[in-house]
Nanobody
């Protein structure tokens, strides 16, 4: 079993910052790409940022220049530093990771339960 647990969400004023964390635990052999998604009420879940095991990153156009994704491979943890937050960033933020466990022969996709980010105007 593999679990992903997010933390760091909360309520912040527009222009403020938050740092999300997502820790993976369980029967992990290796983790490939880790991602942050978000889902606002009434909208589809969208990819916010991704980072490979080698550290290559990608961002949605809506967050480029404001958000930074990073990871600590030794801790199996991915972070999302969110600066200059806007009300439209309000959403539940989910962590996703491609994990190879100690029993399987391939990678499986795992999700956390999400953490709420609310940005007030």
């Amino acid at each position: 079993q593999v679990q992903l647990v997010e933390s760091g969400g909360g309520l912040v004023q527009a222009g403020g910052s938050l740092r999300l964390s997502c820790a993976a635990s369980g029967s992990i052999f290796t983790i490939n790409t880790m991602r942050w998604y978000r889902q606002a009420p009434g909208k589809q879940r969208e990819l916010v940022a991704s980072i490979t095991s080698a550290g290559s990153t990608g961002y949605a156009d809506s967050v480029k220049g404001r958000f930074t994704i990073s990871r600590d491979n030794a801790k199996n943890t991915v972070y999302l530093q969110m600066n200059s937050l806007k009300p439209e960033d309000t959403a539940v933020h989910y962590c996703n990771a491609d994990v190879r466990d100690i029993y399987g022969s391939g990678y499986s996709s795992y999700w956390g339960r999400g953490t709420q980010v609310t940005v007030s105007s």
